[in-house]
């Protein structure tokens, strides 16, 4: 004997929502008064895989410091002899050794170039502070030895530089007409030229006309 029997149930699905469902069973019947059990079917819930929360990484703007203060990054003074004599019948150049004082007014590391190949081109115009033009002529005098020379400076760090400069005739000259370049970041490309400083004034003597 075969029974079809239909049924209707209220469910709750993984999800919480509630449902009906409906469906039927066929159940074939050997023998009178035999008793039948139907286990529940359970449904596997599928292996997902772990979720991952990741953060997006914010590229602030860097914010570039104003060009004032760029040119005021390092500051430079040089000593030296303020007066040199020198006799120009034995020997028709007189140098000079003068010394480069660096500051790195920064809290941060910076690169600094000190460039002397066109120093002649720069600055040729300063007077002192009577308003006298001071001789630099192109060829009074030139600096020698290494034209370029780029160090790494530390936070507030002082740094001395040797230099050597050369005079071809007596005269007064002001030798402040090096470059200083400086670079905040890691790309050297982008230097500034720093603000100049005050006059540095150097008097050559001839021995032979005194």
Not at 27 to 42: A, D, M, R
Not at 121 to 133: K, T, V
Request: net charge neutral.
């Amino acid at each position: 004997m075969a029974l079809i029997i239909l049924w209707e149930a209220q469910v709750v699905d993984s999800a919480g929502e509630e449902r009906t469902c409906v469906g039927q069973h066929h159940v074939i019947v050997e023998k009178p008064e035999s008793f039948f059990t139907s286990y529940p079917f359970q449904i596997l819930p599928k292996e997902r895989p772990p979720i991952k929360f990741t953060r997006e990484e914010v590229t602030s703007e860097v914010i570039k410091p104003a060009f004032e203060v760029l040119t005021q990054l390092v500051s430079y003074t040089m000593k030296h002899k303020t007066r040199q004599t020198h006799s120009f019948q034995q020997t028709r150049v007189c140098l000079l050794g003068v010394t480069l004082m660096l500051q790195n007014n920064s809290e941060a590391d910076v690169t600094v170039l000190v460039d002397t190949s066109r120093a002649q081109q720069r600055l040729s115009d300063i007077q002192d502070a009577a308003g006298q033009a001071l001789e630099n002529s192109t060829t009074g005098f030139s600096w020698v030895g290494q034209t370029q020379r780029q160090v790494t400076m530390t936070p507030k760090q002082v740094l001395e530089l040797s230099l050597s400069v050369s005079f071809s005739r007596p005269g007064v000259y002001n030798i402040n007409n090096l470059a200083v370049f400086v670079s905040h970041t890691n790309d050297v490309s982008e230097m500034t030229l720093q603000k100049q400083t005050r006059p540095s004034v150097v008097s050559v003597l001839d021995k032979g006309h005194q």
